[in-house]
C-alpha cells in the first residue's frame, strides 16, 4: 500500500522521532525542511502554555519555507502524544493539536479511539508506536492509520523483538504505513528497513548529535564517543524498560551492571528526579555510526548520501 499523499513531500524515507526534552521547534522546522517528517512530544513545551506558541512557530516557518520554495517543500510535521493515564496535559495539548491541525500525531503508551477519532476529525493521520504485533493489532483495531514497530536496539522506552520478525509478523496481515525504529544511524540501515517491509525509518538518537537538538554538550558528545557496547536496558528509570548510555548512569552515581527493577506501576514521563531523561540519557544502539555533531540538515543530507549509495550498490550487485 502507497503512503497517503501527506507523505508525498519526502526527499527520504524517514521520520526523525520525537525525542523527549530533547526536541524542540528549531530541530524540527530543520528536519522537514530537509525533507524527512520532523517531530517533537507535546510535554517537551513547559509551562503548557508554550505549546501554543511552538507549534505556531512551527507552521508559520514551514508556511514560510514552502512559499520561498515551491520546488521543494517541507516535509509534514508530527506531535508525539503520551496517551498513558499518567499524563495529565492530555486533553489541552490534543486542543492546541487541533487549533493548528497538527498533520500527523505519534500515539504512545495506549491506543485509544478517541484520539484517534479526533485527529481524523481535523484530517491528519495517527501513527502508533508499539513493540509487538499484539499491540499492533490493537493499535489498528482502535483506528490508528499506522504503526511504528520499536525493535530491539531502539532508544528510549524500547522493545526487545528483532526488527525481522517484528516486521515479518506484521506485514502478514496488515499493509498501511509502517515505520520500523530500532539502530538505524545511516543510510544503509534506511534502506535495509525497506528491504524488510516497512516504509519509513525512524531515527532518534543520531539527531541528538546535532546543533539544533536541545541536549548538554556532554550527552552530545557522549552519543559520538559511544557505540552499542555502552547501552543499558533497563526499568529503574520510568518503570518501562528503554535504552540508555551507560555513562550516563555511572555519573548519576548508580552501577550500571546492577541496577534494580522499577515498579511499572509507578511510570514518571514528566523527567523529574537520577532521572529519565535529564540525567540518565536515553540512547539507541546504531550509535556507532555517529562520529561528529552536525546541523540536522546537514546529517539528513549524509543519510541520504549513503541511502543512494546503498541503492546504487543493490542495484549493480
Known amino acids: 500500500m502507497a503512503l497517503p499523499p501527506l507523505f508525498n513531500t519526502l526527499r527520504l524515507p524517514v521520520i526523525g522521532s520525537p525525542l523527549f526534552i530533547i526536541s524542540n521547534p528549531k530541530l524540527v522546522i530543520a528536519q522537514c525542511k530537509a525533507g524527512i517528517v520532523g517531530s517533537m ?4 513545551a513547559r509551562p503548557a502554555e508554550l505549546l501554543d506558541e511552538w507549534l505556531a512557530e512551527i507552521t508559520e516557518a514551514l508556511a514560510a519555507h514552502d512559499r520561498a520554495h515551491p520546488e521543494s517543500p517541507a516535509a509534514p510535521f508530527a ?74 536496539g531502539a532508544g528510549g522506552h524500547a522493545g526487545v523483538k528483532s526488527p525481522f520478525a517484528l516486521i515479518q509478523e506484521i ?47 556532554d550527552y552530545k558528545r557522549m552519543i559520538v564517543e559511544s557505540n552499542s557496547d555502552d547501552i543499558v536496558y533497563s526499568n529503574l528509570f520510568t518503570g518501562v524498560h528503554g535504552n540508555y548510555l551507560k555513562g550516563s548512569i555511572v555519573k548519576a552515581g548508580l552501577d550500571p551492571e546492577n541496577l534494580p527493577e522499577s515498579d511499572p506501576s509507578k ?51
Open 41 to 44: 512530544p507535546a510535554l517537551n
Open 79 to 152: 506531535i508525539n502524544q503520551i496517551v498513558h493515564k499518567s499524563n495529565d496535559r492530555l486533553d489541552h495539548d490534543m486542543a492546541l493539536c487541533a487549533k493548528y491541525k497538527v498533520p500527523i500525531v505519534i500515539t504512545s503508551l495506549g491506543a485509544r479511539e478517541d484520539v484517534n477519532a479526533a485527529v481524523h476529525g481535523w484530517g491528519g493521520i495517527v501513527l502508533h508506536d508499539i513493540i509487538n504485533n499484539k499491540f499492533a493489532r490493537k493499535a489498528i483495531e482502535k483506528g490508528a492509520d499506522g504503526l511504528i514497530a520499536v525493535a530491539a
Open 171 to 217: 506485514r502478514e496481515w496488515f499493509d498501511g504505513p509502517l515505520a520500523l525504529s530500532g539502530s538505524i544511524a545511516s543510510g544503509d540501515a534506511v534502506l535495509a528497513a525497506r528491504a524488510m517491509g516497512a516504509d519509513l525509518a525512524y531515527i532518534g538518537s543520531a539527531f541528538i548529535a546535532t546543533d539544533e537538538a536541545r541536549a548538554s554538550d
Open 267 to 317: 511510570m514518571n514521563f514528566g523527567g523529574n528526579g537520577a532521572k529519565a531523561w535529564k540525567d540518565v540519557w536515553g540512547s539507541g544502539q546504531g550509535i556507532g555510526a555517529i562520529r561528529e555533531v552536525l546541523p540536522a540538515g546537514e546529517l539528513v543530507a549524509r543519510l541520504g548520501r549513503e541511502y543512494e549509495a546503498a541503492r546504487q550498490r543493490l542495484a549493480v550487485a
